[in-house]
């Protein structure tokens, strides 16, 4: 409600597949008071849908995807359609609706993945770095912002502990896992930042801490017992959101990372004042080696908010 109201926008269209979801959204933001509001049903897999909607659309932040690791291990060929062949939909709806700027969201389980749902967010990503040497007289701009767990959101750890909670035991794949932590109004923040820096190709990577999930289990649940079930197929120990490769050709900010594309598609040197400087080779943002931690109480303040 504070980023609405933040921005003078003319219109502000939610597409997806899900009419409970819209319906429960248009309950908490109804159009008799939020008059920029559109709700439209539709699946990026439905190239002419995405033509109607992207009518008139300046700016996308495109976060369609399957996104539940085991459950793409079985079902690959729907992922793909929907992460990849979606992607592409999005893509070329975009350049052909003359959309200004693209933001599509990543993942840090897009970087060296091992798994189906990781490699279609590569690809993904791709794709979208690519879509600025094709847009032609458009000028549609393409960037990527890659980031880690969503506190909250739908299918996170979060919700999924609560509801062991009841029945007393919390069922931890392995005690050495970490993630990385972001609050669903930060990660809103930082997109919103990313489209005025954005130039097209980019992957923006905040700065964001670091968390164990057996201390966040803890944080969650501090009553109950744990259980160790080993980790699931497909899943890492620790993330990555910025790959020694990466490196090479990143620049870091006062609060995120910014990974510059080996082909650039601009002709306007990027301004690198205010402390922006060259990322060190060799570095990479892990998630066992942040050096920014929530601890005990930061994460039992964060649940509970």
Not at 91 to 107: C, F, M, P, R, Y
Not at 129 to 154: E, M
Not at 253 to 272: A, G, K, L, S, V
Request: net charge negative; with cysteine.
């Amino acid at each position: 409600e504070i980023r609405l109201s933040r921005y003078n926008l003319k219109k502000l269209i939610v597409f997806s597949r899900d009419e409970l979801k819209q319906y429960e959204m248009a309950q908490v933001f109804p159009l008799e008071k939020y008059p920029c509001m559109r709700y439209f049903l539709g699946d990026v897999r439905d190239i002419d849908r995405l033509y109607r909607v992207f009518d008139g659309v300046d700016y996308i932040i495109h976060a369609a995807a399957l996104k539940h690791v085991p459950i793409a291990e079985r079902n690959p060929i729907e992922v793909v359609k929907t992460n990849v062949i979606g992607a592409e939909n999005v893509i070329n709806a975009s350049i052909d609706s003359g959309v200004e700027k693209v933001i599509a969201l990543s993942t840090d389980k897009a970087v060296n993945p091992i798994n189906l749902y990781g490699a279609t967010k590569l690809c993904s990503d791709k794709l979208f770095i690519a879509a600025n040497s094709y847009s032609g007289s458009k000028k549609t701009k393409f960037s990527i912002v890659r980031y880690g767990n969503v506190v909250g959101s739908r299918g996170s750890v979060v919700p999924l502990f609560r509801s062991m909670r009841e029945k007393g035991v919390i069922t931890i794949t392995d005690t050495r896992m970490t993630r990385f932590w972001i609050s669903l109004e930060q990660g809103v923040d930082f997109v919103l930042n990313s489209f005025n820096l954005m130039e097209g190709g980019e992957i923006f990577v905040p700065k964001i801490p670091s968390m164990k999930i057996i201390d966040l289990a803890n944080a969650v649940a501090p009553d109950c017992r744990h259980e160790i079930v080993g980790i699931r197929p497909g899943e890492k120990l620790h993330e990555v959101l910025l790959t020694e490769d990466d490196s090479r050709h990143a620049l870091e900010y006062d609060d995120f990372y910014i990974i510059e594309p080996e082909f650039n598609w601009w002709t306007n040197e990027r301004t690198r004042d205010n402390g922006v400087r060259p990322v060190k080779e060799g570095f990479i943002f892990k998630s066992d080696t942040n050096t920014l931690w929530l601890g005990a109480d930061e994460l039992t303040s964060l649940v509970n908010e």
